[in-house]
């Protein structure tokens, strides 16, 4: 009878061994597997993850807005040092915003952030860089716009106007700044405002503005357009496919509705101030400068006094 019992006291402690052996295993395959599933879902939301040069989309869109608030901040100083007053420097019809700094800084920072410590690649690709921006901008105000947003004719070594070798050595200059100094403080406010917000909220936050500042634009180049053929049509200047633009004048300010509209939110006053430098070339070459043939709209918000 003992060694029976024995027998079975040995039998249980050997099955009751044997079954926590395998619990322990089917625990530690079920840790492997958690951490495989873990490893898996990381990579592929790494996969999902769009980046643009090695930076994701809502930095970049962070760059474009953050430098287009600091380029309007920028040229609203310089617009009251240079001229003594304070004037629109702002883009679009709404919001202080510069397009074309934000637009510079972050083609820049994409295609030159690699190079941080390389100071001659850094001034060479800003010089190429900001080159390239500046013309397109210009050549896309010119052609979809009518407008001529600046001229560098009368400096030397200059393409079409458009760009010039002196400003092309600021670009240079300017990037070297930016990526090797002012950028990184730039992300660490974006890390910092990152650290306090959930990523859903920053990237509503994003869409949000972009989509105002896409509407913003998209109304500004309609006002604008609207406002050229006004000029056109009432100063009678002599500028390229006249005709079209004056049927065009017919159409649009023949629509009493639309005429109305055009007149409370986008007339000449609310125009020529949100763009006082507003200028385009008639057919002889010549600008012709908006502000001058509305001399009686002062295109400035306010004159500043400074003793000499």
């Known amino acids: 009878m003992k060694e029976n019992e024995i027998k079975n006291k040995v039998e249980k402690g050997s099955k009751e061994a044997e079954i926590k052996n395998t ?15 873990q490893t898996n879902t990381k990579t592929t939301n790494q996969k999902k993850k769009f980046t643009i040069m090695g930076l994701s989309v809502w930095r970049i869109l962070a760059y474009f807005i953050i430098y287009s608030v600091v380029g309007y901040i920028i040229e609203t100083i310089f617009g009251i040092i240079t001229k003594g007053v304070w004037e629109s420097r702002q883009s679009f019809l709404y919001g202080p915003f510069c397009a074309i700094y934000g637009l510079g800084a972050a083609i820049m920072i994409i295609f ?60 240079g200059f300017l990037a070297l700044y930016l990526i090797a100094s002012f950028n990184p403080r730039i992300d660490r406010l974006i890390n910092c405002i990152k650290s306090k917000l959930s990523v859903k909220a920053l990237e509503v936050l994003a869409t949000t503005v972009t989509i105002l500042l896409l509407v913003d634009c998209i109304a500004t180049g309609i006002a604008l357009s609207f406002f050229l053929v006004r000029m056109v049509h009432n100063y009678d200047l002599n500028v390229p496919d006249k005709e079209i633009i004056m049927q065009k004048y017919d159409d649009i300010y023949n629509d009493k509705k639309l005429s109305n509209f055009i007149y409370k939110y986008w007339g000449d006053k609310k125009m020529l101030k949100t763009f006082p430098n507003l200028k385009v070339q008639d057919s002889y070459g010549n600008m012709v400068y908006m502000d001058e043939l509305l001399n009686d709209i002062k295109p400035y918000y306010y004159r500043f006094n400074f003793k000499r």
């Open 23 to 37: 619990v322990k295993k089917s625990n530690k395959e079920a840790e492997i597997d958690n951490k495989l599933e």
């Open 112 to 171: 030159l952030h690699k190079y941080s410590k390389n100071y001659t690649r850094l001034f060479i690709g800003g010089f190429i860089v900001g080159s390239i921006v500046e013309y397109l901008v210009s050549w896309i105000g010119e052609m979809l716009l009518g407008v001529k947003w600046w001229d560098y004719s009368d400096m030397p070594l200059n393409i079409n106007g458009r760009i010039c070798v002196y400003f092309s050595i600021f670009w």
